[in-house]
């Protein structure tokens, strides 16, 4: 991770550690790093969540690219896939997301994307910083060179054009709730599955710009839980504030999580010769359940970092069309560059009509094997934590522990980036050993840090 750029963009709280000044200076700096790699006149595209902050970030990155000589087209409130679809679509040079996704409404984030829709490499990230801290060395532009606004039309419709053309028949049948989080998707999603004669139901869409992931979407999935099981739905979808997670539950309310969509999907699309590579990817935490499930059934399985930018990494290194995370992000990557909730809401209604399965046979299919997290403390930074993990004592432990699951679970023991603290992530066939060998670890850990 870089100064100011995270695994998903500039993050923090709005007009705190993300202030207008920050946003300025990330706009002037995109647009001057464009300006640089030779395109004249850049064309950026932005659009937000419901934020009450992303107006005033939306107005200070804007400024800050108009300032360097771009032009820029406000998108209004869309999903985040919609700006990487609409910027390839449009052949603009880059699109901006103003958003924190599934966080709450203070916080507030920045997100860019490439021409081609996908988010900017780490190279480019680490030029747009350099040009942040440095802008004396961004171009300024004046006179007639200084950026326009220029108005897009009908951009949400144009996005929902595209979903429902992706989008197979046989919904007309299926009774679904949706929890559109308070957030983007509350402008889309009607308009996408009632053309495609859905009968929906939406839920947590009227944002008021502070109410955006509070009890619902994809982080509150009990939300929707309540809802399918008291209305008789055959399914339904969460998303987060920019739309670009789904979590589902079926009929009974029981949940069906990201890595589980990706593996019903994965199988469907194998079945119908559309799952090249014959492989998905997931991540160091996707549930052994899951692959195991794929792995019978012929499909293949690689594993990446946490974070749907190193999902979509590994799938272009190895070919591969689906990935994911359990939190909701899955990339169709034959038919968007980034995870796109409601695009995954439609492709899991279609194994659904084309299976006629109900969404509980559908999850019932999927072992998923008990997990347990335990944190141990570390005090002493990043320091005393790279110490711990390099103990040999401790790599002897996960070892040994590894070799009494004979391949039936798996052991995850990785340092907190963000807190004193090493987490055990352990998943076994029951919840009684994953507990026992977790437990085991942590003590050990407890130990290892007592003698330092």
Do not use: W
């Not at 021409?115 to 900017?120: A, D, N």
């Not at 990201?258 to 199988?267: H, L, N, P, Q, S």
């Not at 169709?332 to 969404?359: E, I, K, P, Y």
């Not at 401790?394 to 090493?422: C, F, K, M, Q, W």
């Amino acid at each position: 991770m870089g100064k100011y750029f995270g695994t998903d963009g500039i993050r923090g709280i709005a007009n705190d550690t993300l202030r207008p000044e920050l946003a300025f200076g990330a706009g002037r700096a995109a647009a001057a790093a464009l300006a640089l790699s030779g395109r004249t006149r850049p064309r950026v595209l932005i659009c937000k969540d419901t934020r009450a902050s992303s107006d005033m970030l939306e107005a200070a990155l804007t400024a800050g690219l108009c300032s360097a000589g771009a032009d820029v087209s406000p998108l209004g409130v869309l999903p985040t896939p919609a700006a990487a679809y609409l910027t390839r679509q449009t052949g603009a040079d880059m699109g901006i997301v103003v958003s924190a996704s599934h966080n709450p409404y203070e916080h507030n984030g920045i997100k860019m994307f490439n021409e081609s829709g996908f988010k900017l490499p780490d190279a480019l990230e680490e030029r747009i910083e350099g040009l942040i801290d440095c802008p004396e060395e961004a171009i300024s532009a004046s006179g007639g060179r200084v950026g326009r606004v220029i108005r897009e039309r009908d951009a949400g419709r144009r996005y929902a054009d595209h979903l429902v053309s992706l989008a197979g028949g046989g919904l007309d049948r299926l009774r679904v709730a949706v929890d559109c989080s308070n957030g983007a998707a509350s402008f889309t999603a009607e308009r996408i599955f009632k053309r495609l004669g859905v009968d929906v139901t939406l839920t947590a869409n009227a944002p008021d710009g502070m109410n955006i992931n509070e009890g619902c979407g994809s982080t509150h999935i009990e939300a929707l839980r309540g809802v399918v099981r008291g209305g008789r739905f055959d399914v339904g979808f969460a998303f987060d504030g920019d739309a670009d997670r789904c979590l589902a539950v079926d009929e009974r309310g029981a949940l069906i999580d990201g890595d589980m969509i990706m593996a019903i999907c994965a199988r469907a699309m194998k079945d119908a010769g559309r799952l090249r590579s014959d492989a998905v990817v997931g991540t160091v935490m996707t549930n052994s359940g899951v692959i195991e499930y794929a792995r019978e059934r012929g499909i293949g399985f690689f594993s990446a970092e946490v974070g749907d930018k190193y999902v979509l990494e590994t799938m272009l290194a190895n070919g591969c069309v689906l990935g994911g995370e359990s939190s909701g992000h899955t990339i169709f990557l034959d038919d968007a560059t980034t995870g796109d909730g409601q695009l995954t809401a439609l492709r899991f209604l279609g194994v659904m009509a084309g299976s006629r399965a109900a969404a509980s046979e559908l999850r019932r299919e999927v072992p998923v094997y008990p997990l347990v997290l335990l944190n141990a403390a570390v005090e002493g930074g990043n320091g005393a934590k790279d110490a711990i993990m390099s103990d040999q004592r401790l790599i002897d432990a996960v070892r040994n522990e590894e070799r009494g699951l004979r391949g039936a679970g798996r052991i995850l023991v990785r340092p907190s980036g963000t807190e004193p603290l090493v987490r055990v992530t352990v998943e076994a066939k029951d919840g009684k050993t994953a507990e026992g060998i977790a437990k085991r670890l942590v003590d050990l850990i407890d130990s290892l840090c007592a003698a330092r």
